[in-house]
């Protein structure tokens, strides 16, 4: 089964890290295939940020994203210029404390951002949320390797509070279930 | 034990050479290799090599040819404007049969171009960019794993011929991240070193090449980018030691070019035949992978110079070669120069990858 995952957001979010995490997870620990990419450049610097990851059972050969089916989206940016047309059987997490559109898709809102300042102080941490919630609602990963892949992949000293994090953001899936 | 990993490209290349004992790296950061000089400046003092970050690009390739003659594995990584700077000192450093390393991660251009966006514009200047009559390898990875491997096979090679490798990658190779395999070692040939104590520094060993004396080894060598005969002293005015060492210089490689020749046939019996090297590999084997059509086959170039010439014997009964390329069509042209069937050339600018569809209707177009 082939997933092309799109995330979007603006620069300092975390959204090329959330790729790598992701595409590590399945690459390490799921025992799957994953090619992250990323659109680099000065537009990846404050501004808008879009990285992907495609996770597949056999070898990947082409490594853009052709029909991404899952999004995660922190920025309202992000989410007209990636998500809007989004096709019907997509999935999409969205940050609902930053984004204001809704797809046609079916999608789950995660007040990401606000949690990450309210539970853990650190708005740092609202792309974890983000990952968890996307874990949460799609499975394309399996817990424990997202739980490894964030472990290895976060600053040292902050893994208890990344998984935290991301827990909170599984229950926040759980919590939201899917709209409309 | 060899390790899983999932790690970029550029990052891949700079761990390949690190394995293949490369103890130099002398370079100037440039989007999109950067990468590599970070890793290299962080890995190599930590392997008891050395880092250089020079002053420009002219400075760094000769820095890694003055390295590679103390008889260390040395290389460099740049990108177009980076490699339009070190033409000088490349020929320099194949006049003076010095082995070394070069990794060129691609981007658009001419000039400062598209700094963040790949491209494949390059292929003719590492082969042809300085001046004179010469020969180089090089290679073009379409995986991170092959950015790791051919990076390590790329010093054994320039060891061997003693001439400049290079790694020819793009911008979509270099930053990708992919599952890859870390094996334990690499195969790491032996540096060639001169046979008998000679005193002709530059005299051939049987396959073109003279053995090789780096600084420090005892012996006095006399190294020049002048025309110098076999003592290594020059000899300028001299029509036929400028011939026997430029035909030398030339035919040490292209006389091996079957016996070094990298690639993969798919579908020899093809009537279409895909031809590609690098990224654009990765969209010809999606298309092959939709088609299901086995009479559409694929030349996939892992070496693209020297150019394996003989690519009608591969493919018997093809009527048609299909070139996607990143560029406006340069291999498309050196391979019309081999063949007698048409050669369809797909040209992309910009920095996007070509799509699979788009080498589908390009298949049935040549039907």
């Given at each position: 089964m ?8 603006f ?99 995660i ?10 102080g ?52 759980a ?6 | ?5 999932f ?44 880092f250089?970050?020079m ?42 049969e ?16 598209q ?16 001046h ?38 793009d911008?979509?190779i ?103 090297y ?65 050669v ?24």
């Amino acid at each position: 089964m082939r997933h092309e995952i799109r995330f979007s957001g603006f620069g300092g979010q975390g959204i090329i890290l959330s790729a790598v995490i992701v595409g590590r997870a399945a690459a390490l620990y799921d025992r799957k295939y994953a090619v992250q990419t990323q659109v680099y450049g000065p537009e990846a610097r404050g501004g808008a940020s879009m990285s992907a990851v495609i996770i597949d059972d056999e070898p990947i050969l082409y490594p853009k994203v052709r029909h991404p089916d899952i999004f995660v989206i922190m920025s309202q940016e992000g989410f007209l210029r990636y998500g809007a047309d989004a096709p019907e059987n997509a999935t999409m997490i969205l940050d609902t404390d930053i984004v204001q559109g809704r797809p046609a898709c079916r999608w789950y809102g995660i007040p990401a951002t606000s949690e990450a300042k309210s539970a853990f102080g650190r708005v740092i941490v609202a792309n974890i949320i983000m990952i968890g919630s996307l874990v949460g609602a799609t499975g394309v990963v399996g817990t424990e390797a997202i739980e490894k892949a964030v472990r290895e992949s976060v600053p040292r000293g902050t893994e208890d509070l990344n998984l935290r994090a991301l827990k909170r953001g599984m229950e926040l899936a759980a919590e939201a279930g899917r709209s409309p | 034990m060899s390790k899983i990993s999932f790690i970029q490209g550029n990052i891949a290349c700079a761990e390949g050479a690190l394995a293949a004992g490369c103890r130099f790296f002398g370079g100037y950061p440039i989007t999109p290799s950067t990468e590599i000089a970070e890793h290299m400046a962080m890995k190599l003092p930590k392997v008891k090599g050395t880092f250089i970050q020079m002053e420009d690009e002219i400075g760094s390739i000769a820095a890694v040819i003055g390295a590679a003659w103390t008889g260390v594995r040395a290389m460099t990584a740049t990108s177009g404007p980076g490699l339009s700077l070190m033409m000088e000192n490349i020929g320099y450093a194949v006049m003076t049969e010095t082995p070394l390393v070069i990794v060129d991660i691609q981007r658009g251009g001419p000039s400062t171009g598209q700094p963040t966006m790949a491209s494949q514009g390059d292929m003719f200047q590492c082969r042809f960019g300085s001046h004179g009559d010469y020969s180089i390898i090089a290679l073009s990875p379409a995986t991170v794993q092959e950015m790791y491997e051919m990076t390590a096979e790329a010093f054994n090679l320039a060891d061997r011929f003693r001439v400049p490798v290079f790694l020819m990658a793009d911008e979509i190779i270099g930053h990708m991240r992919e599952k890859m395999t870390l094996p334990d070692t690499v195969p790491v040939m032996p540096v060639r070193e001169r046979t008998e104590r000679s005193t002709l520094p530059f005299k051939a060993e049987k396959d073109g090449v003279p053995g090789f004396t780096p600084f420090g080894k005892g012996h006095h060598v006399h190294v020049t980018g002048l025309t110098h005969d076999e003592r290594g002293y020059p000899s300028t005015t001299n029509p036929d030691v400028h011939e026997r060492l430029v035909t030398r210089l030339v035919a040490k490689v292209e006389s091996t070019r079957r016996e070094i020749a990298s690639y993969d046939v798919t579908n020899p019996e093809a009537e279409t035949v895909f031809v590609s090297y690098g990224a654009p590999t990765r969209a010809v084997w999606q298309a092959l992978h939709d088609l299901k059509d086995d009479t559409v086959g694929h030349f996939r170039l892992k070496m693209v110079w020297p150019f394996p010439d003989w690519v009608e014997e591969l493919f018997p009964q093809a009527q048609a070669y299909i070139v996607p390329e990143m560029n406006l069509g340069l291999i498309s042209r050196e391979l019309e120069r081999h063949v007698t069937i048409p050669v369809i050339s797909v040209p992309r600018l910009g920095g996007a990858l070509h799509e699979p569809e788009e080498l589908i209707r390009a298949v049935e177009g040549a039907k």
